[in-house]
T-cell receptor, first 114, second 111 residues
């Protein structure tokens, strides 16, 4: 079946630094990548949608200059959290969609900003 | 807002069938019912989906009422590893939508 590999699985960074999260579709071409955020004991919230070769579209309330998304190829999408602050600490999850595959999530990245 | 309603939590004895209900009374004709589960600190895992017929795969069965306003996910022989949050989602199919997650049902399998 379709696999989306997400790295890193966890990261701790200092306040003010940037962190990059990668999602790779290993056995299919992800024309679309969805990015979600999940705070403790809450459900997943859609942050943004990226289509290969196009600018990402962001959900209301999500700062596009803070959460930079790049989807330059059909197998790789990245989310960069710029100038991270403690309130950005969360669980970030991607989901790749392509062809017949729309059900595959990455394993998630636990970001802790100290 | 999520278009589904699920109980917040449920318990089930190991080895028994776990039946998880979901209400989706405003579902439209072209929307499918999808079920995912999320084990703590992992990404959601696809379980099953259906439009109007009952479906079964190696993980679970999905029973959809004739009026399509509700459904039940059945895990036939629950194990401790089935402890997770289960999400019922309606969407138009193919996974091309952004998926709106509700709060889900926290299923706890008791030994």
């Amino acid at each position: 079946g379709a696999v989306v590999s997400q790295h890193p699985s966890w990261v701790i960074c200092k306040s003010g630094t940037s962190v990059k999260i990668e999602c790779r579709s290993l056995d299919f071409q992800a024309t679309t990548m969805f990015w979600y955020r999940q705070f403790p004991k809450q459900s997943l919230m859609l942050m943004a949608t990226s289509n290969e070769g196009s600018k990402a579209t962001y959900e209301q309330g999500v700062e596009k200059d803070k959460f930079l998304i790049n989807h330059a190829s059909l197998t790789l999408s990245t989310l960069t959290v710029t100038s991270a602050h403690p309130e950005d600490s969360s669980f970030y999850i991607c989901r790749g969609v392509g062809g017949h595959y729309g059900y595959t999530f990455g394993s998630g990245t636990r970001l802790t900003v100290v | 807002d999520a278009k589904t309603t699920q109980p917040t939590s449920m318990d089930c004895a190991e080895g028994r069938a776990a039946n998880l209900p979901c209400n989706h009374s405003t579902i439209s004709g072209n929307e499918y019912v999808y079920w995912y589960r999320q084990i703590h600190s992992q990404g959601p895992q696809y379980i099953i989906h259906g439009l109007k017929n009952n479906e079964t795969n190696e993980m679970a069965s999905l029973i959809i009422t004739e009026d399509r306003k509700s459904s039940t996910l059945i895990l036939p022989h629950a194990t401790l590893r089935d402890t997770a949050v289960y999400y019922c989602i309606v969407e138009t199919g193919g996974g091309a939508d952004g998926l709106t997650f509700g709060k889900g049902t926290h299923l706890i399998i008791q030994p």
